[in-house]
């Protein structure tokens, strides 16, 4: 009974037009520019989104979605796919991230200096093996580099931001 009620609901929203449903237009950018330059923001991109809501400084993080109704949408992936509807002008802060960068820094690094550490110990417990546990520590050594490439991913991220503060200004562009 509540799935025959669930979709009645939904089916009343969809076929009366609200905005709740309606679907982005992919065919739109994010631009942010300062003096001159500009970076795109198409859709698809992961994003960090400050802005000023309606009576307190909020933040969205997700899928740029596209445009709905003249603001950007940004899907959230952690909230159970919910929307936020935020308009160009009230942006404060915007940055581009890649979380799935950092997990795959972070399985390799884990695989490369663990795997690494086991072959040492095998290695060591073994007599004549001299030649194996030179090979090794380069193995390790790559894993240290991955596991340190995630705070400098950070890093970039945090450099590469665009913030209202620091003369960027925010506008939506028709592709």
């Given at each position: 009974?509540?799935?025959?009620?669930?979709?009645?609901?939904?089916?009343v929203f969809?076929?009366s037009?609200?905005?709740?449903?309606?679907?982005?237009?992919?065919?739109?950018v994010?631009?942010?520019?300062?003096?001159g330059?500009?970076?795109k923001?198409?859709?698809?991109?992961?994003l960090?989104?400050?802005?000023?809501?309606?009576?307190?400084i909020?933040?969205?993080?997700?899928?740029?979605a596209?445009?709905t109704?003249?603001?950007?949408?940004?899907?959230?992936?952690?909230?159970?796919?919910e929307?936020?509807?935020i308009?160009?002008?009230s942006?404060?802060?915007?940055?581009?991230?890649?979380?799935?960068?950092?997990?795959?820094?972070?399985?390799?690094?884990?695989?490369?200096?663990?795997g690494?550490?086991?072959?040492?110990?095998?290695?060591?417990?073994?007599?004549?093996?001299?030649?194996?546990?030179?090979?090794?520590?380069?193995v390790?050594?790559?894993?240290?580099?991955f596991?340190?490439a995630?705070?400098?991913?950070?890093?970039v991220?945090k450099?590469?931001?665009?913030?209202?503060?620091k003369?960027?200004?925010?506008?939506?562009?028709?592709?």
């Amino acid at each position: 009974m509540n799935r025959i009620y669930l979709f009645i609901v939904t089916l009343v929203f969809v076929l009366s037009g609200s905005s709740v449903f309606a679907q982005p237009d992919l065919a739109y950018v994010i631009v942010a520019g300062k003096n001159g330059s500009e970076r795109k923001y198409e859709a698809g991109e992961r994003l960090f989104i400050k802005y000023n809501g309606s009576h307190s400084i909020q933040k969205a993080r997700g899928y740029f979605a596209g445009v709905t109704d003249g603001k950007i949408a940004i899907l959230s992936k952690r909230t159970s796919g919910e929307t936020a509807l935020i308009s160009a002008d009230s942006i404060l802060l915007l940055r581009k991230i890649r979380p799935g960068q950092r997990v795959f820094f972070a399985a390799t690094g884990i695989a490369l200096t663990g795997g690494g550490a086991v072959l040492l110990d095998r290695a060591s417990n073994t007599s004549g093996n001299s030649g194996a546990t030179i090979l090794v520590i380069p193995v390790i050594g790559a894993g240290v580099y991955f596991l340190w490439a995630i705070p400098v991913s950070l890093l970039v991220e945090k450099l590469n931001e665009k913030r209202k503060s620091k003369g960027w200004a925010f506008s939506i562009r028709k592709l």
